[in-house]
């Protein structure tokens, strides 16, 4: 119980980053990178993509594969 309640203390920042680039773009009228963070957040949340931080701006990257399955020939 208590290692369940650690891991739901944990703060992730990135989804804290993409959500206040997302706000600032907007405030600009920047609509298009608002857009963008706000897709690029709910594809983070799913797990489709992860998020890399160059520069201060966000690099999305898809999740690595692991290795080919093996199929036996029937």
């Given at each position: 119980m208590a290692e369940d309640t650690e891991i739901n203390n944990v703060i992730d920042?990135?989804?804290r980053k993409?959500?206040?680039?997302?706000?600032?773009?907007?405030a600009e009228g920047n609509v298009v990178n608002a857009f963008a963070m706000k897709d690029a957040l709910e594809r983070y949340?799913?797990?489709?993509i992860e998020i890399i931080f160059s520069g201060g701006l966000p690099y999305a990257v898809l999740p690595e594969e692991?290795?080919?399955?093996?199929?036996?020939?029937s």
């Open positions: 920042f990135t989804e993409l959500m206040r680039l997302e706000a600032t773009f907007a949340i799913r797990g489709d692991g290795p080919p399955e093996l199929h036996e020939e």
